[in-house]
Nanobody
Framework: QVPLVESGGGRVQAGGSLRLSCATS????????MGWFRQAPGKGRDFVAA????????NYADSVKGRFTISKDSAKNTVYLQMNNLKPEDTAIYYC?????????????????WGQGTQVTVSS
């Protein structure tokens, strides 16, 4: 099991910023990949960003490149998603996810563990 606890969602105006956090007590950090997905009302769950725990390699969805930054704090066993220049279309429930394996994958099905989700609402 890989417990994941998210925090940091909220409501912000367009152009604003939020930082999401995902804390884990995973025991297999050497092969852990942690990511963020989001699900807007009436839509499927989409990949946002991911990071490998070993070397910090990252991958981003095209829609958030240049605006969002994923990072990890090994001392706190926490992954962050810094979201800048938020747009109304970023409104969604954001989920932290984890998988074990050597490479980052963007499919929902590739991730085995999920947090409870945190709401992000961006108003125009």
């Amino acid at each position: 099991q890989v417990p994941l606890v998210e925090s940091g969602g909220g409501r912000v105006q367009a152009g604003g910023s939020l930082r999401l956090s995902c804390a884990t007590s995973a025991r297999t950090f050497s092969t852990l990949i942690m990511g963020w997905f989001r699900q807007a009302p009436g839509k499927g769950r989409d990949f946002v960003a991911a990071v490998t725990w070993t070397d910090g390699s990252t991958n981003y969805a095209d829609s958030v490149k240049g605006r969002f930054t994923i990072s990890k704090d090994s001392a706190k066993n926490t992954v962050y998603l810094q979201m800048n220049n938020l747009k109304p279309e970023d409104t969604a429930i954001y989920y932290c996810a984890a998988r074990t394996g050597p490479i980052i994958k963007v499919l929902v099905e590739a991730y085995d563990y999920w947090g409870q989700g945190t709401q992000v609402t961006v108003s125009s």
